[in-house]
């Protein structure tokens, strides 16, 4: 069941993609034209603003719903770094994380799509394309469900955190030091640790508590928190 949920996933995933890949590589065309033929033949396209708009609320939104899947959204770990990796505490604030995204998704779906069928029972029509004014809220729809799906998939362990589809799983802040490690300091995220601080990172020359236990220094977790 659960290989069978990441598939479908995965598909999905690849299928907005390919969407929100389009609709960029669209709305770039449209404009490009509409530059070239308004400075170098005076004239335009009648659509050409309001077809752009539609586009980039498309793709917009689904690049917004897929950075969930690879948790790649920015954060605070000023409070996440001080504990233990792999620790009850760091799994409590995934899952809390997890709890708030979903309700994001959840509002997103149930309030986008209650609009959208609202809409569709109006008369309404955009004024240069003449698609239905439904037609520019279907991406607030479309980016709730694959937020809730990715989430509800995620708090039910199907996928684990570093169960990535585009990108690298990001290092924990304790391996960007020690993958930084020279022979004088480490430096990583703009900070700079001394020689003594950065061997207790890393759980050399007899250093205190380190990667070897996934579990940084303080000093070590206020420096990163602070970058």
């Not at 949920?5 to 929100?20: A, D, K, P, S």
């Not at 690879?70 to 996440?80: E, I, P, R």
């Not at 169960?163 to 022979?183: G, N, Q, R, V």
């Amino acid at each position: 069941m659960a290989t069978a949920l990441r598939t479908v996933n995965r598909w999905i995933h690849r299928v907005f993609l390919f969407v929100g890949e389009v609709s960029l590589g669209a709305m770039i065309i449209v404009v490009t034209m509409t530059v070239i033929l308004r400075y170098f033949f005076n004239t335009g396209i009648g659509w050409a603003e309001e077809v752009p708009r539609l586009l980039v609320t498309l793709f917009t939104f689904l690049a917004c719903a897929m950075g969930v899947r690879d948790k790649t959204h920015m954060c605070v770990g000023v409070v996440y770094n001080r504990f233990q990796k792999d620790g009850i505490v760091r799994k409590v604030l995934e899952v809390f994380a997890d709890v708030c995204v979903l309700a994001c998704g959840l509002f997103m779906l149930y309030y986008g799509g209650t609009r959208c069928l609202k809409m569709m029972g109006l008369a309404g029509t955009l004024p240069m394309t003449g698609l239905k004014t439904w037609w520019q809220f279907l991406p607030i729809p479309l980016a709730g469900f694959l937020i809730t799906f990715d989430s509800l998939l995620y708090l039910t362990g199907v996928l684990k955190p570093g169960d990535t589809l585009f990108t690298e799983p990001d290092k924990d802040a304790a391996e960007i030091y020690c993958d930084s490690m020279s022979d004088e300091a480490a430096v990583a995220d703009g900070a700079v640790l001394s020689e003594d601080v950065a061997k207790a990172a890393c759980g050399l020359g007899g250093g205190a508590q380190g990667v070897a236990t996934g579990d940084p220094p303080h000093d070590i977790a206020s420096k990163d928190g602070d970058a």
